[in-house]
């Protein structure tokens, strides 16, 4: 008779945990820990399972399952993607709720992390399994399907769901999770429902399922025909032009393109997610593209004949909504690990790992170069534009009130490639992508840190927390208008518990600046948008609120610095990145100039306008609406 294979005696939370600690990526011959740590906030749908089991792993060992207290259910999601992100993706944090409004928090955080291809492990109590009572505490009932709970809400914002309804159905759904974690092409939100009662319930576990497991990371390489195809076209192209993604800081592709670059003269333009690929002052960076890039690229961009790009989405802040490609022959070759995105814009397909792919294209092209006139024509162009940066970041003098671009342009004297700055919404993403003079250094390439896949108000503070945890010995700056401070300052009480330094920079304007300006263009004259009392005629139109963000900062635990001029703003700057406690530099922006408009070249963006109304401003504004929908162009 054989032997019974050895089991171990677990609750599911207690076995899930214990898992989890055993699970590996590699990539490149370096192993890394998989989930290093869970997030939580207990209720009655969690404590007594995965708080209980916090304990029996070892919540305070580094070799169990280290556990981080947050204060709210989306900003600890935002926390854990931030630090998946700033790991290169090789390592993720899970985050634990209760039943009910603590899971629907989840959500926003979900759908972030999978829109930006960002691994996060979520494990959400869930009503009970047996349905001893129905209904319980926090369940919603719907009366067409008993299996239905508000934890299905995650379904479309999760890259892998399931419901653990039973002790031994955690097995293949958590290698499942695991798979789906680790794969670069696949990864985002990964949710494991765990209903109270299965969470406490013991089972025989095989010792087989707590063995480590090793999820390598492999960098795909494209097909050789499609190679063939890509360097025809590179060949043919007269005004080639790079346009790089996320995915190229993903893969950790950087020298590659930088590589691909150095040879072939080609520029190098980049979306939110891919700046800092290559530094600024590389000869053939030409900055950001699209509705918030630099004139120098987008011009590019309109007459370019063959647009290469490499890890990105093709958003429609990155193509102008349809507008920007001008060029009456234009193709496009895309480089992607995946090919969902790999086909878009028509294109040619290299389906691949972008470092692979890139090195795979350096090697065919090594004698190819781009026209010594279209080298000096776009290295010309970037001159002009560094100029314009510099006379946007200067101020009159120190005793001046600051704009938003001379805030960034008094940090910009402070920082080196150690630093991280994180941004995520308002007008500030505008003002990074086309002004924001990103280093790299030490084969770091990670300074710049702005989510604009979901550009979640509210991201940046938890974000900073999280990317701190991954990076402690490196300056992390949150940059926050007053809006999106108001969105989610909870994780400051983090920061400060964990004696974590980040800083946290609020500029205040007063109301929501970037949706005011938005709102002005399309016709909709800043309605709603100031922070005001209401006035006699219904708007919010009268005084400015009296808030004091500041305050609330200090309040929360933070040593927080007024700054009121330019001399001011300075000072407190390099007093906060010297800091070894959490600081906030706080400074009202001259709101004259709150959002720095690029020269011509500006691209557009659609946001519908009103097609009848009787205000002459979106009159005018749906006769501007309709000349540039007129340019818009399908890429087949």
């Known amino acids: 008779m054989p032997t019974p294979a050895p089991t ?22 370096i192993r890394h820990r998989l989930i290093t740590a869970t997030w939580g906030i207990f209720g009655h749908g969690n404590v007594a399972g995965l708080g209980q089991a916090l304990l029996e792993t070892g919540a305070g060992d580094s070799d169990g399952m280290p556990f981080l207290q947050g204060r709210n259910e989306q ?3 935002h926390a854990a993607t931030a630090y998946a992100r700033q790991q290169g993706r090789l390592s993720a944090h899970a985050v634990t709720t ?27 109590g869930d009503t009970f399994a047996a349905r001893p009572a129905d209904p319980v505490l926090q369940q919603l009932e719907v009366p067409y399907a008993g299996d239905v709970s508000v934890n299905d809400c995650l379904r479309p914002v999760s890259k892998y769901f399931d419901r653990i309804t039973r002790p031994e ?22 949710t494991l429902c765990l209903p109270q009662d299965v969470q406490v319930e013991a089972y025989d576990w095989p010792e087989e399922f707590f063995a480590d497991r090793v999820w390598r990371v492999r960098a795909q390489e494209p097909d050789q025909r499609d190679l063939f195809d890509a360097e025809a076209a590179l060949r043919a192209a007269r005004r080639p032009l790079l346009v790089v993604g996320g995915g190229v800081r993903h893969s950790g592709a950087e020298s590659a393109l930088g590589r691909l670059a150095a040879l072939t003269k080609i520029p190098v333009a980049a979306t939110q997610a891919g700046k800092g690929a290559l530094p600024y002052d590389h000869p053939a960076d030409v900055g950001g593209i699209g509705h918030t890039g630099t004139a120098t690229a987008n011009h590019l961009a309109r007459t370019a004949d063959l647009v290469i790009g490499v890890g990105t989405r093709w958003t429609d802040f990155t193509t102008a909504s349809g507008t920007l490609f001008q060029h009456p022959d234009v193709r496009f ?39 010594e006139s279209y080298e000096a024509e776009y290295r010309t162009a970037k001159e002009s534009w560094e100029a314009y940066v510099s006379a946007v970041y200067a101020a009159p003098d120190d005793k001046a009130v600051p704009t938003q671009a001379q805030v960034l342009g008094v940090l910009d004297t402070l920082v080196t490639h150690e630093d991280i700055l994180i941004n995520a919404a308002g007008s500030l993403p505008g003002d990074l992508h086309k002004l924001w003079r990103t280093r790299s250094g030490g084969g770091r390439h990670d300074q710049y840190h702005v989510e604009y896949g979901y550009s979640c108000m509210g991201y940046e503070i938890p974000a900073a927390v999280g990317v701190q945890l991954a990076a402690a010995d490196r300056p992390v700056w949150a940059l926050v208008g007053d809006g999106t401070y108001l969105m989610n300052p909870t994780e400051i009480v983090t920061a400060v518990q964990e004696r974590l330094p980040i800083k946290v920079v609020i500029l205040d304007n007063r109301g929501y600046a970037s949706i005011g300006g938005l709102s002005e263009a399309v016709g909709g004259e800043r309605f709603g948008t100031d922070y005001r009392f209401r006035a006699c005629d219904g708007t919010y139109t009268g005084d400015p609120l009296p808030l004091d963000l500041a305050a609330n900062a200090a309040a929360l635990g933070m040593r927080t610095l007024r700054a009121r001029t330019i001399g001011d703003l300075r000072e407190a700057l390099k007093e906060a990145r010297a800091s070894t406690v959490p600081t906030c530099v706080y400074v009202e922006t001259e709101t004259g100039d709150t959002v720095s408009g690029p020269p011509s070249g500006a691209a557009w963006w659609d946001v519908p306008v009103a097609e009848t109304a009787t205000r002459p401003s979106a009159v005018l504004a749906r006769e501007e609406y309709g000349r540039h929908v007129a340019a818009r162009r399908h890429h087949l």
């Open 98 to 124: 209760s039943i009910g409004p603590g899971a629907t928090n989840l959500v926003t955080g979900a759908a972030l992390a999978t829109i930006n291809h960002l691994p996060v492990l979520l494990l959400p």
């Open 75 to 77: 900003a600890m999601v």
């Open 8 to 29: 171990r005696h677990l609750t599911t939370a207690q076995a899930l945990l214990t898992f989890l600690t055993h699970q590996h990526t590699e990539r490149d011959g």
């Open 169 to 190: 159905a955690l097995i293949p759904a958590a290698l499942a999770a695991m798979r789906v974690l680790a794969d670069p092409a696949e990864t985002g939100a990964v």
């Open 333 to 371: 070759l895309n480089i992607n690990i995946t090919g969902f995105d790999a086909h878009k814009m028509g294109g040619l397909t290299l389906i691949g790992d972008a470092r692979a792919t890139l090195a795979k294209l350096a090697n065919l092209a090594h004698d190819l170069r781009v026209d």
